[in-house]
């Protein structure tokens, strides 16, 4: 059975960082796509970003490009997401995910909400002005 929990959320003020970490037990990342998904009160969950199964590709949504960094670690079989220079706007429950396919990666719909099975419970990102 899969498990993915997401931990590193908090309170940070606009400019400051923090590292989400997500890790998933039942599932190796070395053969799964995985992603970040944030959703803001009153607004629909979007994909913020993905590394490929391979860990050759990476793409971001373009608001938090050269803020947010998406890694992870094979040997912890941990996905990480370094959150920089934050904004109050990144204020949300972020949400780790793991494709649903193994071994599947499509840049065209990997920040597509359809293409994930597994998801974590949530960890909750407060950035205040």
């Known amino acids: 059975q899969v498990q993915v929990v997401e931990s590193g959320g908090g309170l940070v003020e606009a400019g400051g960082s923090l590292r989400l970490s997500c890790t998933a037990s039942?599932?190796?990342?070395?053969?799964?796509?995985m992603a970040w998904f944030r959703q803001a009160p009153g607004k629909e969950r979007e994909g913020v970003c993905d590394?490929?199964?391979?860990?050759?590709?990476?793409d971001y949504m373009d608001s938090v490009k050269g803020r947010f960094v998406i890694s992870r670690d094979i040997a912890r079989n941990t996905l990480f997401l370094q959150m920089n220079n934050l904004k109050p706007e990144d204020t949300a429950m972020y949400y780790c995910?793991?494709?649903?396919?193994?071994?599947?990666?499509?840049?065209?719909?990997?920040?597509?909400?359809?293409?994930?099975?597994?998801w974590g419970q949530g960890t909750q990102v407060t950035v205040s002005s």
């Open positions: 590394i490929s199964w391979s860990g050759r590709t990476t």
């Open positions: 039942g599932l190796g990342l070395v053969n799964y796509t």
């Open positions: 995910a793991a494709a649903a396919n193994w071994r599947t990666y499509n840049t065209y719909t990997a920040l597509l909400q359809s293409q994930y099975k597994h």
